[in-house]
């Protein structure tokens, strides 16, 4: 089927869905279904016959070139619709990909300190406060699941719910690993050392998304405790659930409550089976591996944070920004764009 082939259709599939509705000839969960299929069409639509009308335009343009009375107001109008026509036909072809039918989900993001000790534990704090702040900036509710820290404040891991409109499309690009360069507070000579922390941004998945079968879970509950053995509480509140089928460890104990600490680790739970199903069908379609967050080692990493120079790279776009205080502060749009700008270009070469 030809591009022209595939625009056709889907215009009349619109067309046969808004004549079902018009007609009242679907009802109760079908009604439903024709209803949701029509309303994502619509904007699909919408731009399509935007697109072909300035193609009708221009090729009506063009046989008022012959009238020489008409000719230099058709040329006029001509030279407008040919400066429209190629930016018409990319909104249509990026409504056109398809879309990732998680990108308006919720997500679970996981902050991890990586090679680097110390200072690998602060830079995953510097993560998860512009996280924070960008998450501010967007109107979305940012609500922590877990956070183990160390002795000087740093954050070993972090696991956050975040909330809002299209969380995971803005988001999901920042899974991988972070590298920083700069001097540490502890060091003494002044030397730049390179640390690291790895993010990984996690679909949040609803119950009718994911059925765990309590059959395949082992729940452990102990009394949970702070940095350095420090008891939190005294009662079994803690709870850690493994998932048999898969080998998967969730625990929690941020929570005085047993029950609520493990409604937490099922809902993280939850969303990385969740992933690793996605993961599993786009390896199917697309016959090679996803890439992976990786180790936390120095020598991977997605962007690198440099204070000394006061830049922040990001490598897969190879895109810097010399304003590392601005996008720790949470002004992360531009390389956000960005990157979304880059899949879609991607996407739209694979169409060809």
Do not use: C
Not at 19 to 48: M, N
Not at 75 to 88: G, R, S
Request: proline share 3%; net charge negative; aromatic share 6%.
């Amino acid at each position: 089927m030809n591009f022209e082939d595939r625009l056709g259709m889907l215009v009349r599939r619109h067309d046969e869905l808004r004549d079902l509705l018009g007609e009242g000839k679907v009802g109760g969960s079908e009604f439903a279904k024709v209803s949701k299929e029509y309303s994502d069409l619509t904007p699909l639509v919408e731009t399509i016959q935007t697109y072909q009308n300035a193609q009708k335009s221009l090729a009506d343009l063009k046989d008022m070139l012959s009238d020489p009375e008409m000719k230099s107001i058709a040329e006029e109008e001509m030279h407008d619709v040919q400066k429209k026509l190629p930016e018409l036909m990319r909104n249509m072809q990026l409504a056109l990909l398809p879309k990732d039918a998680a990108d308006e989900k919720n997500a679970i993001m996981e902050i991890r300190a990586g090679t680097g000790g110390d200072e690998a534990a602060l830079f995953a704090n510097d993560l998860f406060r512009m996280y924070q702040k960008y998450a501010t900036t967007q109107s979305w509710k940012f609500e922590v699941i877990s956070i183990s820290e160390n002795e000087i404040g740093g954050y070993k891991d972090a696991t956050v719910e975040i909330t809002g409109k299209g969380v995971f499309a803005k988001l999901k690009f920042e899974s991988g690993v972070h590298r920083v360069q700069r001097v540490p507070t502890t060091e003494t000579q002044g030397r730049i050392h390179t640390s690291a922390a790895t993010v990984a941004v996690l679909p949040e998945a609803e119950e009718v998304d994911i059925k765990i079968e309590d059959k395949d879970l082992r729940i452990d509950v102990f009394r949970s405790s702070g940095p350095g053995g420090q008891s939190v509480n005294t009662t079994d509140s803690a709870v850690r659930i493994v998932h048999l089928p898969t080998g998967l460890i969730v625990q929690q104990q941020d929570e005085k409550s047993q029950h609520k600490n493990k409604a937490k680790a099922l809902k993280v739970l939850r969303s990385r089976l969740y992933e690793m199903e996605r993961e599993k069908l786009a390896n199917e379609r697309a016959g090679m591996r996803k890439e992976q967050v990786g180790s936390g080692d120095r020598s991977e990493r997605i962007r690198t944070y440099n204070f000394p120079q006061g830049r922040v790279t990001d490598h897969r776009i190879n895109v810097t920004l010399y304003k590392i205080d601005d996008v720790l502060d949470g002004n992360l749009s531009e390389f956000i764009d960005a990157l979304i700008a880059d899949d879609q270009a991607k996407q739209l070469a694979e169409l060809g």
